[in-house]
């Protein structure tokens, strides 16, 4: 299947500080996707994107998708402790109804 | 709207019984939904692709026979692990696509913690 490159793996930080991660693909996608997953729990859609270059936001979090179609990162403003959790790009494949899964980000806010 | 309901959240049953777990989007039609395995640390595994009115779609290593999935309704998928051993413990998500939506995102409901003794 495709292939997502999602860096970084894991990352801990301080309350308050910003967050960044991304997503990278060999091929064209026209959608882009990112969720998050709360422990023990399925992973909620956190922003949408479908048009190269675009840039949404969602409270704090801002998302990217890159002009290449190629990648797209993620933003997050002055974390707390509840943006714990692992995140996950995704994007839809260009056929059909498939979907491919970064294999995650891990973050961890330290109060 | 996009609600996706998974039921149960968590079940143990015994080695050899069988065990379903039932996927519902609340508020939208669903042609297709979608099975996942999710071991701990790692990412999503699809383990089978759920079409409403036909036969699912399976990945390759995933074995239908046990893993049984029925999409009798446009709003309901079902998966039946059939004669659950422990190996098969695991953390089981579903999601759905809204009915045509070209471009619409996945939902996911709230996952299953699947312990077989």
């Known amino acids: 299947g495709q292939q997502l490159n999602q860096s970084p793996q894991s990352m801990f930080i301080q309350e308050g500080e910003d967050v960044s991660m991304n997503c990278t693909s060999s091929s064209i996608f026209n959608t882009w996707l990112w969720y998050k997953q709360d422990p023990g729990e399925g992973p909620v859609l956190l922003i949408a994107?479908?048009?190269?270059?675009e840039l949404t936001s969602n409270g704090r979090l801002t998302a990217q998708f890159g002009i290449t179609r190629k990648d797209s990162f993620l933003n997050i403003s002055a974390s707390i402790p509840s943006d714990v959790g692992i995140y996950f790009c995704a994007v839809r494949g260009n056929t059909g109804n498939q979907f491919y899964f970064g294999t995650g980000t891990s973050l961890t806010v330290i109060p | 709207g996009a609600v996706v309901s998974q039921h149960p959240s968590r079940v143990i049953c015994k080695s050899g019984t069988s065990v379903k777990i039932e996927c519902r989007s609340l508020?939208?039609?669903?042609?297709?939904m979608f099975w996942y395995r999710q071991f701990p640390k790692q990412s999503l595994m699809l383990m089978a692709t759920?079409?409403?009115?036909?036969?699912?779609?399976?990945e390759q290593g995933v074995e239908k026979d046990k893993f049984l999935i029925n999409h009798a309704s446009l709003t309901l998928s079902t998966l039946t692990v059939t004669s659950a051993h422990p190996e098969d413990s695991s953390f089981y998500i579903c999601?759905?696509?809204?009915?045509?939506?070209?471009?619409?995102?996945?939902?996911f409901g709230n996952g299953t913690r699947l312990t077989v003794t």
């Open positions: 994107l479908y048009k190269a270059g």
């Open positions: 999601s759905a696509i809204r009915t045509g939506g070209s471009n619409s995102p996945l939902h």
């Open positions: 759920s079409n409403e009115g036909s036969k699912a779609t399976y």
């Open positions: 508020d939208f039609q669903a042609t297709t």
